[in-house]
């Protein structure tokens, strides 16, 4: 049986491990970096999540907002614990802690090639954007 728990940053070696060993998940080398991550759970504390059977990590969800709109990066599920609603539960507290901070929009990015991530955006209600263009810039290398 699993579980939903908050994120914390002692967990971090296991996670980064699920990311790198997850199928159409990117990675950054310092936006994914303990003390990035660490970072962004202390300013988000209520809306990152994990998934956990036992004493194993099988899931994860980071959220966060800028006040304004949440944001939602990350959320996977090890494919052997796939279709069985936990990546639904991740999300689902994900937006319930949004929602209590006042969030009413959320956005997150997926790879175009991701057919299965985009898949379950689609079905839990993300829609695409055709008017938008996608943009990011460096700003430290």
Same mark, same amino acid.
């Given at each position: ?21 997850? +199928?159409? %998940?990117?990675?950054?080398? @310092? ?19 994990? &998934? ?10 980071? &959220?966060? @907002? ?10 996977? %599920? ?15 507290? &994900? ?5 209590? +901070? ?6 997150? %990015? &997926? ?31």
């Amino acid at each position: 049986m699993h579980t939903i728990e908050k994120m914390d940053i002692k967990d971090y070696e296991e996670i980064i491990t699920l990311w790198k060993n997850t +199928e159409g %998940v990117g990675l950054s080398g @310092s936006d994914d970096s303990k003390e990035s991550i660490k970072k962004f759970i202390e300013r988000n504390p209520d809306t990152c999540f994990i &998934a956990k059977n036992d004493d194993e990590i099988i899931g994860t969800i980071m &959220a966060g @907002s800028d006040g304004r709109r949440g944001h939602i990066y990350h959320l996977m %599920v090890k494919p052997e614990y796939r279709k069985q609603g936990i990546g639904r539960k991740l999300l689902e507290k &994900a937006e319930e802690g949004l929602r209590k +901070e006042g969030i009413t929009k959320a956005f997150l %990015v &997926a790879f175009r090639e991701n057919d299965i991530g985009n898949g379950f955006w689609e079905e839990t209600g993300y829609k695409t954007r055709e008017d938008l263009y996608y943009r990011d810039k460096r700003l430290l290398d």
